[in-house]
């Protein structure tokens, strides 16, 4: 294989959307969101640059996926956010949150 299609080939996987999941220890939440950089958003909610977890830290990553289609990243954190959602993840989550004192989801 070339080394053109080889970078083509990693650039398809390395390219993500991602739909993410932090606990806010101090308020005993779960904030829900999305981006195409998990890494500089974590980074962004760590040094409270972001409104909606500002002065709500400690924070940790409880929970992420990763989508190549903004859209369906979109729709998932929407989802995430319903009741249904909520559900979700409190049923995967089950052992985090029971560990982590039962914050409201």
């Given at each position: 294989m070339s080394e053109r299609s080889e970078l083509t080939r990693l650039s398809?996987?390395?390219?993500?959307?991602y739909v993410y999941?932090?606990?806010?220890?101090?308020?005993?939440e779960l904030y829900k969101g999305y981006?195409?950089?998990?890494?500089k958003r974590w980074s962004e909610h760590a040094r409270e640059l972001v409104e909606s977890t500002r002065n709500k830290g400690p924070l940790e990553?409880?929970?992420y996926e990763a989508y190549q289609n903004k859209k369906d990243a979109m729709d998932r954190?929407?989802?995430f956010k319903t009741g249904w959602g909520r559900l979700y993840l409190k049923k995967i989550l089950k052992n985090y949150i029971q560990e982590s004192k039962n914050p409201k989801i």
């Open positions: 398809f996987w390395i390219f993500m959307y999941v932090l606990f806010l220890k101090k308020h005993h981006t195409d950089n998990l890494k990553i409880a929970y954190e929407r989802y």
